[in-house]
C-alpha cells in the first residue's frame, strides 16, 4: 500500500514543483518586461541602451525661424522639413533593430546629403548649431566608412531634434542633444 501511495506522491511532487518554476518564471518574466521603457515588443533585438530613454514630454514646436536654408535645391521647405525627412529616413532604416542590416550605401548617400545640407543653413541658436555640428560628424563618419555606431547616433539626434523643434509627438528622447536635451554623449 505504501508502495502505492509513493508511486502517485513522487509524479505528483514533480508536477507542482514545474508549475511553481513556471508560473515564477511567467510572472518574473512579466515584471522585467514591464519595467522596459521604448522595447518593441516584436523585436528582441532592441538593447537596454537603446530602451534608456528619457520621458519628460516635449512636444511644443518652435518657431521655424531658427533654422534657414540658403539653398532650396536640397529638397527641404524648412529646417523642420529636414529634421523630420532624416527622422522618417533612419526610423525606416535603422530603427527596430534594421541598424545591423542597413544598406551601407543608401546611408553614405544620405550622410553625404546631411553635409551638403548643413554647409548651407543659417541656424539662428546657439544650440542648435552645436547638435548641427555633431550631426555633421557623425555624417562626415558615415561617408568615409560603415560605422554603425555613428549612424546609430545620427539616428538618435534626428529622433530628439524632431521632438524638440517640430513638436514630434512622441514622448521619449535619448537626451543627446543640446538643445532641449542634456547632451550627454
Same mark, same amino acid.
Given at each position: ?6 508511486? %502517485?506522491? @513522487? ?13 515564477? %518564471? ?24 537603446? +530602451? ?13 525661424? @531658427? ?8 529638397? !527641404?521647405?524648412?529646417?523642420?522639413? !529636414?529634421?523630420? +525627412? ?9 530603427? %527596430? ?9 543608401? +546611408? ?5 546629403? *546631411? *553635409? ?62 543640446? !538643445? ?6
Amino acid at each position: 500500500m505504501k508502495l502505492k501511495l509513493w508511486l %502517485w506522491l @513522487i509524479p505528483l511532487m514533480f508536477i507542482v514543483l514545474g508549475l511553481s518554476v513556471w508560473i515564477g %518564471w511567467s510572472v518574473l518574466g512579466a515584471s522585467n518586461h514591464s519595467k522596459s521603457t521604448g522595447a518593441s515588443e516584436s523585436d528582441p533585438s532592441v538593447t537596454q541602451e537603446e +530602451q534608456d530613454f528619457s520621458t519628460e514630454v516635449v512636444n511644443t514646436p518652435v518657431s521655424e525661424s @531658427i533654422i534657414v536654408f540658403k539653398d532650396d535645391e536640397l529638397g !527641404f521647405k524648412n529646417g523642420h522639413d !529636414f529634421i523630420g +525627412q532624416l527622422h522618417k529616413f533612419y526610423n525606416e532604416t535603422l530603427g %527596430w533593430g534594421r541598424i545591423d542590416t542597413t544598406s551601407y550605401s543608401q +546611408q553614405q548617400e544620405k550622410a553625404e546629403l *546631411i *553635409i551638403q545640407a548643413l554647409e548651407s543653413v543659417e541656424v539662428m541658436d546657439a544650440a542648435v548649431q552645436m547638435d548641427f555640428d555633431r550631426i555633421k560628424e557623425y555624417a562626415e563618419i558615415v561617408a568615409k566608412e560603415d560605422d554603425r555606431e555613428a549612424m546609430r547616433n545620427l539616428h538618435r539626434y534626428f529622433h530628439d531634434l524632431d521632438i524638440y523643434l517640430n513638436g514630434y509627438d512622441y514622448k521619449e528622447t535619448f537626451k543627446v542633444t543640446i !538643445f532641449q536635451g542634456e547632451g550627454r554623449e
